[in-house]
């Protein structure tokens, strides 16, 4: 059992560090503000109380656009609880009513009266549901068509790569919803489309055009070609043809239950084009660090550090820095081929004009400071990531990575640049006496990692960073030797096809370790694989680190990272069972048990490594090794037509640990990205609880986190947060000109509390 971290006394900065920040805001001391307002009443349909809907109150005359989001009681009776004093705006919405109309209210109102009316058609009702219950309405290529056998004289249009229809299945959610949410009133219509380009008359036309757009849309035309061009316009032309002339989803239930105690508050940040990744309140070991602070969210097009202030309901930008000159530094985002509807022949996020740092996820340490994955250089690793003299370079030599590290540090307002010679992608603290800081990259296999204490006390990054490949115990010796097998792992499509443009760590392959093709498999030697993952999380109990991989159908890849690496890491795979595919994000409890969320399948799966009974000897390269330690919970929701697959996706997942939010410890989290919620697990009953933003429609969440502002101030002193995280910020409800949001969470003991 490794020892938890205990509090370190702040060192400052004075190596590699990179100026001062732009920030000339007073550092404000972090601590628990609650603002006294409320505004309550109650809304009345034509039948009686209307409970469960939602009543929103908005006001602009804060520094930043402010909102207010909270659920009618069984009596219709609501209360919007912590509002700074303002002039709001306040209206109802709700699943088989129509909005209301707006009531002007300052805080302090009481006895605010909504009459509402139902929605006189089933199209009426369903202008507010959530994109998946559209999305349902679109239906797969048929079984019938796959394996897919191309376009030629005697293919079936549909790509060779689609072996089955789950493989199509798995594209559409891994390289469209990618990038945004389906479903919502965007992307269910060709609207757009036809009022750019009159000349066109069919949805085919207007799908055609429509997946070559904008700075994405050579990376989306590859993907419908991968995908079999014609059978997947037909799909998608069908799909909004249909909703055109009038088919409409189920109705989502209303909120119920605990779902009524909810309060959401959302905050305005970034500008009209940013494309807000991630954000962080907190350190996931420690929740109260950084207590009533400021949130931080990463602008991936922009290169900047966004910073709100939820106390002074304020936001301000910070560009991260560059070590080499920003012209030497490369944007991974492509021109567009087409111009975009909204932009035009706009190169969105290039460098120039822009700030090329390209940060992909923030997270902070006990000492309050903001890591972040983000592009210092060029491509090109400097000469120690090769160089046999260094340890790691000997056993897994390194020469390009496209992102590397940096962290702020708000008390001195000063960014540092620590170089890596892996690509960074996400990043996670360890819970060791060293606050190790690991990474993964994306189309690479290496497990990476900055010893956080080391570099404090040297500030030389070449001491603090080390990595380690994938190499298994295939000769069942209980350890790694060289020399070893080297195993390729297939891609053929089976990862996101827009990942070639966000890093520039090179194709998925043994690229640490060498290029060597493969050769006849020998049982007396280990393997060297090499499985690209998206996301990996070190285990609170032991020296794993757990990584996930998309390709099909999805791999947990276990790091035992010993106390001598390189030498002594080891690493064993898990193939992700049927009928589940398509894993994205990871977390692991207090316990040790990982979950990751099965973005395609809508599945939250949860691996227990103590329940493995064939993990001693050779390990498998298949990953067909402890089946047993799979458990798979499928959320709820309509399925694609034709299909037994939800229409939600899940981009990520997170767990948590400290029951800050009140439903538990260790509390499993998706995001609903197309569901417009976060959603939680008991894994007990196997009830889920929807944590739903219903306005701006558009909630496109790539992950989360939960602090404790004050542990004695009840639900008030505790929250979770996310942001709107969409590539397409013109997307969400209200269109071109609206900003993305940083969203809080909270839950009140009932409905009325405040």
Known sequence: MKTLRSSVTVVLLCAGIVGLAQDTTPNRKAGYVSPPGYISGTVQGEKGPEGGVWVIA???????????????????????????????????????????????????????????????????????????????????????????????PQGNGVGTGMLTQNHWINSLKSDCNFCHQLGNQLTRTVDDVMKAKPEFTTHTQAWEWRLGVGVRGTNMYSVLVNQGKDPSLKAFSSWTERIAAGEVPPAPPRPAGIERNIVATLWDVGDDHSFMHDQISTDKQHPTVNGGGRNYAVNAGHGQLVVLDTAENSTFTLDIPTREPRDKVPSRFPAPNRPSMFWGMEHLWANPPYDPADPHN????????????????????????????????????????????????????????????????????????????????????????????????????????????????T???????????????????????????????????????????????DPKLDTLVSYSMYSMIPSPVDDSVWGISEIYPGYLVRLQRGNNPPESCKAQIFKVPEPGFDPRGVDIDSHGVVWTALAATSHLASFDVRKCKDLNGPAKV????????????????????????????????????????????????ATGSNSDSLIALNPQTKKWTYFRVPYPLGFYSRGMDGRI??????????????????????????????????????????????
Not at 395 to 400: C, D, I
């Open 58 to 152: 908005e006001t602009k005359d804060l520094p930043t656009n402010f909102i207010k989001i909270v659920v009618t009681d069984d009596r219709g009776r609501f209360v919007l609880p912590e509002l700074p004093t303002a002039n709001y705006k306040v209206w109802v919405r709700g699943y088989g009513i129509v909005d209301s109309s707006q009531i002007d209210a300052k805080t302090g109102s009481t006895n605010l009266a909504f009459k509402v009316t139902s929605a006189k058609t089933p199209q009426e009702a369903a202008k507010v549901y959530p994109g998946n219950y559209w999305l349902s309405l679109l239906e797969p290529p048929d079984k019938s068509l796959f394996p897919g056998t191309g376009t030629g």
């Open 362 to 473: 923030p997270m902070i340490d006990s000492k309050g400071r903001v890591w972040l994955t983000s592009k210092i250089r060029g491509n090109q690793d400097p000469a120690w990531c090769s160089d046999p003299s260094n340890k790691y370079a000997a056993w897994f030599p390194l020469r390009n990575s496209g992102r590397q590290a940096s962290f702020f540090d708000p008390k001195t307002r000063q960014f540092t640049l620590i170089d890596t010679c892996f690509s960074t992608h996400h990043l996670q603290f360890d819970n060791d006496s060293d606050e190790t800081l690991y990474f993964n990259e994306l189309t690479g296999p290496i497990f990476g990692w900055i010893d956080t204490k080391v570099y404090d006390e040297t500030h030389d990054e070449q001491k603090a960073v080390g990595w380690c490949g994938q190499v298994l115990d």
């Open 475 to 521: 000769n069942g010796d209980g350890k790694i030797t060289k020399p070893w097998n080297i195993m390729r792992t297939r891609r053929g499509g089976e990862v996101s096809i827009l990942y070639t443009s966000d890093t520039a760590s090179g194709p998925a392959g043994p690229r640490a370790g060498g290029d060597a093709a493969n050769v006849a498999f």
């Open 622 to 669: 298949d990953g067909s090794q402890c089946r047993e330690g799979w458990t798979l919970y499928q959320t709820t929701g309509p399925k694609l037509k034709g299909t037994d697959i939800p229409a939600d996706f899940h981009y990520y997942n997170w767990v948590d640990q400290h029951n800050v939010i009140g439903l538990g410890a260790d509390t499993p989290f």
């Open 709 to 754: 502002d004050d542990p004695n101030a009840g639900w008030k002193g505790r929250a979770l947060y996310s942001n709107y995280g969409t590539h397409f910020v013109w997307h969400i409800e209200g269109g071109k000109g609206t900003k993305g949001k940083i969203v809080k969470f909270q839950v009140r003991p009932d409905p009325l509390a405040r």
